[in-house]
């Protein structure tokens, strides 16, 4: 069963957005915040976004000013939006929906930047 439903990813030019997506389902409740993750070919995951449920933001440098992470107005829904995609934000996003309980991770949605 999947928990945490992630879309939105596909392919882009340089200088294109997309907006990525991520839902938690009934299991998982009392999120506290919503971590989004880039991890591109044979490198490891990171933490690029994140937002908590009051609604505080935070970035890494690669993509501050470009990416915005924002809670949706449907239960459980969070986004990030991405502007100005660059070739080197290709790769696999992941966002990690963290609990009193635990966390849950998203299958992951591959985003493509080339012309």
């Known amino acids: 069963q999947v928990e945490v439903a992630e879309s939105g990813g596909g392919s882009v030019q340089p200088g294109g957005s997309l907006r990525l997506s991520c839902v938690g389902s009934?299991?998982?409740?009392?999120?506290?915040?919503v971590e989004w993750y880039y991890q591109s070919l044979g490198a490891q995951r990171e933490l690029i976004a994140g937002i908590t449920s009051s609604g505080v933001t935070t970035y890494g440098d690669s993509v501050k000013g470009r990416f915005t992470a924002s809670k949706g107005s449907a239960p459980k829904t969070w986004y990030l939006q991405m502007d100005s995609l660059k070739p080197q934000d290709a790769g696999v996003y992941y966002c990690?929906?963290?609990?009193?309980?635990?966390?849950?991770w998203g299958q992951g949605t591959q985003v493509t930047v080339s012309s």
């Open positions: 009934q299991k998982v409740w009392a999120i506290t915040a």
């Open positions: 990690n929906m963290k609990t009193w309980g635990q966390d849950y």
